[in-house]
């Protein structure tokens, strides 16, 4: 058996969703704030479709900041 290093759910990796009051998911209606805990960085979504477009760009970047400290400050992604 081979045990890999990777955790599965690497920190990087780890999101706070913060949904706004006039979302109602039943509905389709989803808005809201995502934000990395390991980088700060936090960006703001007004439908589904922007916020996969989000999370995709914050993994894209996973890499880049895989050594920056937690620290780092948010920086808004729109």
Do not use: W
């Amino acid at each position: 058996m081979t045990l890999t290093q990777d955790p599965q759910h690497p920190a990087r990796r780890h999101y706070v969703l913060k949904l706004d009051r006039q979302a109602d998911p039943a509905r389709g209606a989803v808005s809201g704030r995502i934000e990395n805990l390991a980088t700060g960085r936090v960006f703001d979504f007004d439908d589904a479709a922007s916020l996969m477009e989000g999370l995709a760009r914050e993994l894209e970047n996973a890499g880049d900041d895989a050594a920056a400290p937690a620290a780092s400050g948010a920086v808004p992604a729109r």
